[in-house]
Nanobody
Framework: EVKLVESGGGLVQPGGSLTLSCVASGFDFSSQTMAWYRQPPGKERERVAIIMQPFSQTDYSDDVKGRFTISRDPYKKTIYLQMRELKPSDSAVYFC????????WGQGTQVTVSS
């Protein structure tokens, strides 16, 4: 059974940093492209970062480029999203995704950027 479990969300002040984690199980993590999405209140879910196998090539949405970093630890079967210089507009539920047909999603973790 494919499982994705996110953690690390919380309340942070503007300009602050946060690192999200997503622990994966139930599939061959080492060969799998993985992604982070977010869904702000009342808006559609959007992809913010992707890490593509086999060479761990990364790509980011324009909104987060230069501020967010996606990475993976194959030994821990975990992907991370390091977020810095956070803005109120970054507030959203953040989801880990395993792309595919069908895609698999975690349950999400809430990030709130507010003073």
């Amino acid at each position: 059974e494919v499982k994705l479990v996110e953690s690390g969300g919380g309340l942070v002040q503007p300009g602050g940093s946060l690192t999200l984690s997503c622990v994966a199980s139930g599939f061959d993590f080492s060969s799998q492209t993985m992604a982070w999405y977010r869904q702000p209140p009342g808006k559609e879910r959007e992809r913010v970062a992707i890490i593509m196998q086999p060479f761990s090539q990364t790509d980011y949405s324009d909104d987060v480029k230069g501020r967010f970093t996606i990475s993976r630890d194959p030994y821990k079967k975990t992907i991370y999203l390091q977020m810095r210089e956070l803005k109120p507009s970054d507030s959203a539920v953040y989801f880990c995704q395993r792309p595919g047909f069908p895609p698999y999603w975690g349950q999400g973790t809430q990030v709130t950027v507010s003073s």
